[in-house]
C-alpha cells in the first residue's frame, strides 16, 4: 500500500489569513495563535498576509478573491459567531461555512474555517487561546497540511 502523507512545514508557503472585525477582541487571539504556529513550523511572517472583514458572512466572498489571486498557498479564515449574541447565528455561521467550502472546491486552494461557532463568549475564549487550544494555530496547521498534500499529489503520478 503507498500510503501518502503531508508534513506540517510552512517553509515556503505564502498564506493568507481573513479575520473578523465583529468579536475582534477574541478573534485578535485566534490571528495570533494562527501566526505564532505559523513561525513556529517554520514559516516567515513576511510571508502572511492579514486582510480584515466586517463580519463572518462576509469572509467567503473575500477569501475566494484571495484564492483566485494566485498569490497564496492557502487562505485561512478566522472568527466568532457567538450564539447568546445574535439571533441570526444560524445565517450567518451557516453561510460562512458553506460558502467557505465552496470556495475551496472552486478554486481548488485550502480554506480554512478557523470560525469558533459557540453559545456563549466564554466558550469562545476557551477556543482562543486559554482552555481548549487555539482554534486559529489549529485552523493554519490544516492548510499548511492541505497546501504540502496537494503539492505532493501534483509530482505524484496519480496526482
Ligand atoms: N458576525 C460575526 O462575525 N460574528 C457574530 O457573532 C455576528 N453576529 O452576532 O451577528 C456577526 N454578524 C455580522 C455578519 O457577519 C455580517 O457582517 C452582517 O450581517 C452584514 O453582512
Redesign the pocket.
Known sequence: MQRIEANLIATNLKIAIVN?R??HFI?DRLVEGAETAFVQHGGKREDLTLVT???????PLVAKKLAESGHYDAVVCL????KG?????DF?AGN?ASGLARVSLETGVPVAFG?LTTDTTEQAIERAGTKAGNKGGEALLAVVETANLLKQLAKHPAG
Do not use: K, Q, R, S
Open positions: 473578523t465583529w468579536n478573534v472583514v466586517p463580519g463572518a458572512f462576509e469572509l472568527g466568532a459567531v457567538i449574541a445574535t439571533d441570526h447565528y450567518v460562512a470560525i
